[in-house]
């Protein structure tokens, strides 16, 4: 309880000196694309060739971003006709709910950019993809393509909950890209894991609140976490991300537990750090992978016997 306490002072001494240094950030909330898209499906819950050469000459930076993975009007209208339940589903329970979206996104946005001690301009477009990805972060904003985020929501009171956890998560990933100095993307699974779980962990100190998206990984990880440790720490310094990330495990394990080891770690560190400002900064650039997990003490926690080390 006392951490708990404590945790919201500091985030609320953050908020405060921040908005007393820095602006308010320039939101550019478009659901524009969405929209045109939804003009076209309606007719018959399918887009002609030329209609989805239409949808995706729309000036829109979140199509632009996606153009890759939508990758042609023939493939977008082959991933329509294939799914075309998920696309339904996203017009009728997400859409409405993200036209209305704005100001809670600003919101989340705005205290995301203070906690981090942040600024500028972000850019969140709403679209409708190729059914291949849910939400995309580049230094210039966040996408968030809607027949796969809106996959299980089934309220608008979820859409809206989802909708908020999701920008939530990516706005983090923007200020990462903008802090990185790297030039290779080329990961290592503990680098990629730390990423996405600095996402999670610091987007849940943002919105007061554990996410929907992190339950399942939650509980499993309370329940196994020696042997997540055990398994993970043997290739975290390898390329290969299965089972791990971005793919369904063959155990029983559930996806993107990367996310949650990624996320304790972080968590250990932050925590444990007196100086917020620079371990945020720290986390965000992320210079050396290793150095943050041996400053997090993480493996000592779980393993204390073979890990027991002093660090400066």
Same mark, same amino acid.
């Given at each position: ?20 240094? %820095? ?19 309606? %007719?018959? @819950?399918?887009?002609?060739?030329? *209609? ?7 000036? !829109?930076? #979140? ?8 990758? #042609? ?11 075309? %339940? ?27 950019? +203070? ?9 969140? @477009?709403?679209?409708? #993809? ?29 859409? =809206? ?8 998560? *990516?706005?983090?990933?923007?200020? $990462? ?6 030039? +290779? ?5 503990? *680098?990629?894991?730390?990423? =996405?779980?600095?996402? @999670? /962990?610091? !987007?849940?100190?943002?919105? &007061?609140?554990?996410? &929907?998206? $992190?339950? =399942?990984?939650?509980? /499993? ?9 055990? &398994? ?8 290969? /991300?299965?089972?791990?990330?971005? +793919? ?7 996806? @993107?537990? #990367? /996310? ?17 400002? %620079? ?34």
């Amino acid at each position: 309880m006392k951490q708990i306490i404590s945790n919201k002072l500091v985030f609320v001494l953050l908020i405060y000196i921040s908005s007393s240094l %820095q602006a308010h950030a320039v939101t550019n909330y478009q659901t524009s694309a969405a929209e045109a898209f939804l003009k076209s499906f309606s %007719q018959n @819950d399918a887009l002609s060739l030329e *209609e989805a050469n239409h949808y995706l000459a729309n000036n !829109s930076y #979140g199509l632009k971003a996606l153009s890759a993975r939508i990758n #042609g009007a023939k493939n977008l209208t082959l991933a329509i006709d294939n799914n075309t %339940q998920d696309y339904r589903h996203a017009i009728d329970i997400c859409l409405p709910v993200a036209m209305q979206l704005e100001d809670d996104a600003n919101e989340i946005i705005s205290k995301s950019l +203070s906690f981090l001690l942040e600024s500028g301009n972000v850019s969140v @477009d709403i679209v409708f #993809g190729a059914n291949n990805t849910a939400a995309t972060a580049t230094p210039d904003g966040i996408i968030l393509a809607l027949e796969s985020v809106c996959k299980g929501v089934s309220s608008a009171k979820e859409a =809206e909950s989802i909708l908020l956890e999701y920008i939530a998560h *990516e706005i983090i990933h923007v200020f $990462q890209y903008r802090n990185s100095k790297r030039t +290779s993307l080329n990961f290592t699974l503990l *680098e990629i894991s730390l990423i =996405e779980g600095a996402a @999670d /962990y610091f !987007s849940e100190i943002v919105m &007061e609140r554990s996410g &929907e998206l $992190q339950k =399942e990984r939650e509980t /499993y990880g309370a329940k196994h976490e020696k042997m997540i440790w055990s &398994e993970f720490s043997k290739v975290m310094y390898e390329n290969e /991300y299965f089972p791990w990330l971005y +793919s369904k495990p063959k155990s029983n394990m559930p996806p @993107d537990m #990367g /996310y949650w080891i990624g996320k304790r770690i972080i968590k250990k560190l932050y925590e444990q750090t007196p100086s917020k400002k %620079q371990v945020i900064k720290d986390i965000l650039v992320l210079k050396d992978a290793k150095r943050i997990l041996n400053r997090s003490l993480y493996q000592n926690q779980i393993s204390p016997l073979r890990y027991f080390q002093i660090f400066s």
